[in-house]
Structure formats: structure tokens, C-alpha cells
């Protein structure tokens, strides 16, 4: 099955400074990369998601890559805000299996 | 906000007790999805629906858990016979198209 790893565990930016997280995936059939910012006693929330078909996709401040050969996908917030603290998930999708990265703690210091 | 409502958000029970969570996702929402997320972690599926169909189920979901979508609306989620190690959030997802999924916000469940 999927294994899905994400680096890293945790992130401390100042605000204003860009943040990048990565993930890798395993298994190569996985064809959809959501990503998830989960705030505390929150459900997560989706953010941005990507499909196999494109190499990049961008929302604002939010960007997410994705190298289908090398197998891994990041996400890339510029412009960093404090309100952007909380924990982030990758997740990658393959014929509705979708396997979670064990997240990213972002800390946005003002 | 997702438009998926989950009841309780928060339930303490007692080791050997059964709970049982609702799920209400959107009337448009064909599939839905249980997680189960611990501390630290990403959320772990279990189990999802298409219409009422259960079509899936994780080894997590050992045989004290049982889901059931009765009329491809809600769902519930039961545990029986609780143990401490079911202590954790249960997410429940909603879906539209075939991937993408929208949670809500969770059952905090924590067994005494």
C-alpha cells in the first residue's frame, strides 16, 4: 500500500519568510496530492491539491509542486503570516485510498 | 466551513462502555470517510461509503467497530467495548468527486 512520508516534523519561520514542506509517496499509481492545515480542535481543512497530470499549481500565497518521477510533492507558502500557524498534512490518492503524512507543526513568529 | 457536522465533539467514557458518533455530511456528498487520527499523527482511514454501500474497511477496524451509512445520508460509527487505546480523534470526510474530501471537525474521544 501507500506510504506517505512528510519532513518536516516541525517548521519555525519568521513572518514574512517563506515555508516549504516536503513529501515523498511510494506508491507510483497515486494520482491526487491534496494538502491539509489542521488548527487546534479543528477538523482538517483543505488548502490546495494538486493531480497527477500537472507539474504545479498556485493559489495566492499557497504553491504546490509535484515530481511524479522522483515520486515526491511539496508545498510552499511565501509571504508567511501568523495566522498561517497551525499543523499540515500532505496526503496522496490513489483510487480513493488516501494515505496522510504524519504532518508538519508551522510556527509563524511575529 | 465544509458543510460536515459530526456529534459529539467530545465524548469521555469508560473502558468497556460502547460509544457511538454520528456523521452528517452534505446532501451532495456520494462518498464518506472515517478516519482516525492520535496525537501527532495523520489521520488513519478505517472505513468509507459509496451511497449506503460500505466498500472498504481498514485491518484498523477491528470487529469492535462497525459503521453504517443506512440511507447514503449520515453515518454512525460505533465502538463497543471501548479500550484505552481507542482514545483519539474520529474524522469524518464527506466527498463530492472522486478524490477530493472535506472533513469535519472530529470526535474527540477519550476512554477512562
Known amino acids: 500500500g501507500e506510504n506517505v512520508e512528510q519532513h518536516p516534523s516541525t517548521l519555525s519561520v519568521q513572518e514574512g519568510d517563506s515555508a516549504v514542506i516536503k513529501c515523498t509517496y511510494s506508491?507510483?499509481?497515486?494520482?491526487?496530492f491534496p494538502w491539509y492545515k489542521q488548527e487546534l480542535g479543528k477538523g482538517p481543512q483543505l488548502i490546495i491539491d494538486?493531480?497527477?497530470?500537472?507539474g504545479e499549481k498556485k493559489d495566492q500565497r499557497i504553491a504546490v509542486t509535484l515530481n511524479k518521477t522522483a515520486k515526491h510533492f511539496s508545498l510552499h507558502i511565501t509571504e508567511t503570516q501568523p495566522e498561517d500557524s497551525a499543523v499540515y498534512f500532505c496526503?496522496?490518492?490513489?483510487?480513493?485510498?488516501?494515505?496522510f503524512g504524519a504532518g508538519t507543526r508551522l510556527t509563524v513568529k511575529p | 466551513d465544509t458543510g460536515v457536522s459530526q456529534d459529539p465533539r467530545h465524548k469521555i467514557t469508560k473502558r468497556g462502555q460502547n460509544v457511538t458518533f454520528r456523521c452528517d455530511p452534505i446532501?451532495?456528498?456520494?462518498?464518506l470517510y472515517w478516519y482516525r487520527q492520535t496525537l501527532g499523527q495523520g489521520p488513519e482511514f478505517l472505513t468509507y461509503?459509496?451511497?449506503?454501500?460500505?466498500?472498504?474497511k481498514s485491518r484498523l477496524l477491528s470487529d469492535r467497530f462497525s459503521a453504517e451509512r443506512p440511507k447514503g445520508s449520515f453515518s454512525t460509527l460505533e465502538i463497543q467495548r471501548t479500550e484505552q487505546g481507542d482514545s483519539a480523534m474520529y474524522l469524518c470526510?464527506?466527498?463530492?468527486?472522486?478524490?477530493?474530501?472535506?472533513f469535519g471537525p472530529g470526535t474527540r474521544l477519550l476512554v477512562l
Open positions: 496526503a496522496a490518492s490513489s483510487n480513493n485510498d488516501m494515505r
Open positions: 506508491d507510483s499509481a497515486s494520482n491526487y
Open positions: 494538486i493531480r497527477s497530470n500537472v
Open positions: 446532501s451532495e456528498h456520494n462518498r
Open positions: 461509503f459509496q451511497n449506503e454501500a460500505q466498500l472498504e
Open positions: 470526510a464527506g466527498a463530492l468527486a472522486v478524490e477530493t474530501q472535506y
